[in-house]
């Protein structure tokens, strides 16, 4: 009754922590914040700039272009936090966004984690988003957010295979009666895919790219598989012989060449899972197939390389890039009946 009564006073929320983006949604509003997860502070502090708001898109336009007085940390590192004190800043600036100042209480906030994290990766997210302003947390995994977010029957006796690919790791997992049977993360995701690109590029043609580049090249003509016409493009960066600003032209044929490992590691996730499942649930895939979401669902042909690496057919979930998210706010919608069986902090759940 208490807990209800706090309601009113503070929004439930979702959030989507991620390695590239943090997604927060609300109770009954859907997704509000879409933001990189990124902030910028001075140098040798922990301070943020700008009062505590160089945070997201912000701070995202700083990245590899600050003077040496400046940081533009990304403080979530393979899907966990890598930077406990920055992660705790970027958390209460979202937080104090959504939940507004003018609220008397904390919210109670559903986090979704990458399912391969240790006890301490998990400790360091409660205590993070408690200390960020949260009255209280709740942790789901990534997989059984994307699950339902991406519209799958996860809680039906039947086996659903989801493969999440975000920024720092890959989750693949086979879920059945609301829990995940056999699962795998794997920390190759799309940070890999650019960090492949600046890899291939200095390789190539000696010129050192930034990463908003590598992320711009894979996103405008990266694939996985040959699709539609072979398509170009200039990138521009530093020549690693003269030292001077130099412009080249890249064609797709080619970073697709440079995105084969990445690719090749995240498929071999896939067979390993399926190889672990039970006789039943891979009877039940023939039928059902596997589901791609997150941002790296996105890379063209991806879903052709593994279903022709599975023979099952493979399909992209609706807007991949927010499953995860929208799968927080379902399970905000139900969290009375559901909030037994999530991993809490201890407080009143």
């Known amino acids: ?27 009954g509003e859907g997704i509000v914040l879409n933001e990189p997860s990124v902030v910028a502070v001075r140098k040798g502090t922990n301070k943020v700039l700008n009062n505590g708001t160089a ?3 912000a701070a995202k336009e700083m990245l590899g272009k600050t003077p040496g007085s400046i940081s533009a940390i990304r403080p979530m590192k393979d899907g966990v936090i890598s930077d406990f004190e920055i992660t705790e800043a970027m958390l209460a600036y979202f937080i104090r966004k959504v939940n507004g100042r003018s609220r008397l209480f904390g919210p109670r906030v559903v986090i979704a984690i990458p399912s391969g994290i240790t006890a301490v990766e998990k400790e360091a997210v409660l205590q993070s988003a408690k200390r960020a302003g949260a009255r209280q947390v709740y942790l789901i995994e990534e997989p059984m957010a994307a699950g339902l977010g991406a519209g799958l029957p996860i809680a039906e006796p039947t086996a659903s ?26 920390r190759v995701a799309g940070d890999d895919f650019d960090e492949a690109v600046i890899n291939y590029m200095k390789k190539a043609y000696s010129l050192t790219i930034g990463e908003q580049t590598a992320e ?11 699709i539609g016409e072979t398509l170009t493009m200039d990138v521009r960066g530093r020549d690693m012989v003269s030292g001077l600003p130099r412009k080249t032209v890249v064609t797709s044929d080619e970073i697709r060449e440079a995105l084969h490992e990445p690719v090749h590691a995240i498929t071999e996730a896939v067979l390993r899972t399926l190889e672990n499942a039970e006789p039943e649930l891979a009877a039940d895939l023939v039928e059902n197939g596997i589901v791609l979401a997150g941002g790296g669902a996105l890379l063209r042909g991806i879903d052709r390389v593994i279903s022709n690496a599975t023979g099952l057919e493979t399909r992209i979930a609706d807007d991949p890039l927010t499953c995860v998210a929208r799968g927080t706010n379902i399970y905000l919608e139900n969290l009375e009946e559901w909030k037994a069986t999530m991993e809490t902090d201890g407080g009143e759940g």
């Open 216 to 226: 711009r090249i894979k996103i405008e003509i990266g694939s996985a598989a040959p």
């Open 161 to 186: 295979m989801i493969v999440d690919i975000g920024g720092g790791t890959t989750d693949v997992a086979i879920m059945t009666l609301a829990d995940i049977a056999t699962c795998e993360s794997v």
């Open 1 to 27: 009754m208490f807990d209800k009564l706090l309601g009113y006073f503070s929004v439930d929320m979702g959030i989507d922590l991620g390695t590239c983006n943090t997604l927060v949604c609300v109770r």
């Open 55 to 57: 945070v997201g898109w």
